[in-house]
T-cell receptor, first 115, second 114 residues
């Protein structure tokens, strides 16, 4: 069975600090996809990134970066120089090949960035 | 503004009421989904529709009844709900469920069952 664990329930930082959100996943399949979504107070989940299991390259997008390590089954997300607008709940999710919409979500990490 | 619109945003109903949640996507996608988000629990997939045909029903109680009249609209009909059904119900769409593409979510309908 597949599982996604986000051990950090809540994180609070002060603006401009760097923060890393952890994600550990479990699957026996060799082909899978990992996602990060952001859920602001308005409710909708906003897609941030998708990574397939064959691409372990780290990715950077502005202040956001992702570290995918198959050896530790982790897909961690770092926000550099955090801002108040980054305050939200962040979800890590996993789906298997050809099961695109059947996302298995972690419990989410609530990030609070204080001015 | 998202390409997926959900109404109503908030709904309060008694256990004997019948109500419906509506979702509309303006993205030309072929697949639509209902997810349930309860407090302190991960999001749970409820239903998947691909080209208006239900392809997944994740052991959801029959008091939840989905309907997909066309590829742009998805409904969730509610009847004789229980207080534990109170949650945020999120609708999502994707181009194709088999392509492993990202889902586009609406803002959700916050349901409270008294």
């Amino acid at each position: 069975a597949q599982k996604v664990t986000q051990a950090q329930t809540e994180i609070s930082v002060v603006e401009k600090e760097d923060v890393t959100l952890d994600c550990v996943y479990e699957t026996r399949d060799t082909t899978y996809y990992l996602f990060w979504y952001k859920q602001p107070p308005s409710g909708e989940l906003v897609f941030l990134i998708r990574r397939n299991s064959f691409d372990e390259q780290n990715e950077i997008s502005g202040r956001y970066s992702w570290n995918f390590q198959k050896s530790t089954s982790s897909f961690n997300f770092t926000i550099t120089a955090s801002q108040v607008v980054d305050s939200a709940v962040y979800f890590c999710a996993l789906t298997l090949y050809n099961q695109g919409g059947k996302l298995i979500f972690g419990q989410g990490t609530e990030l609070s960035v204080k001015p | 503004e998202t390409g997926v619109t959900q109404t109503p945003r908030h709904l309060v109903m008694g256990m004997t009421n019948k109500k419906s949640l509506k979702c509309e996507q303006h993205l030309g996608h072929n697949a639509m989904y209902w997810y349930k988000q309860s407090a302190k629990k991960p999001l749970e997939l409820m239903f998947v529709y691909s080209l208006e045909e239900r392809v997944e029903n994740n052991s959801v109680p029959s008091r939840f009844s989905p309907e997909c009249p066309n590829s742009s609209h998805l409904f969730l009909h509610l009847h004789t709900l229980q207080p534990e059904d109170s949650a945020l119900y999120l609708c999502a769409s994707s181009q194709d469920p088999g392509q492993n593409g990202e889902l586009f979510f609406g803002e959700g309908s916050r349901l409270t069952v008294l």
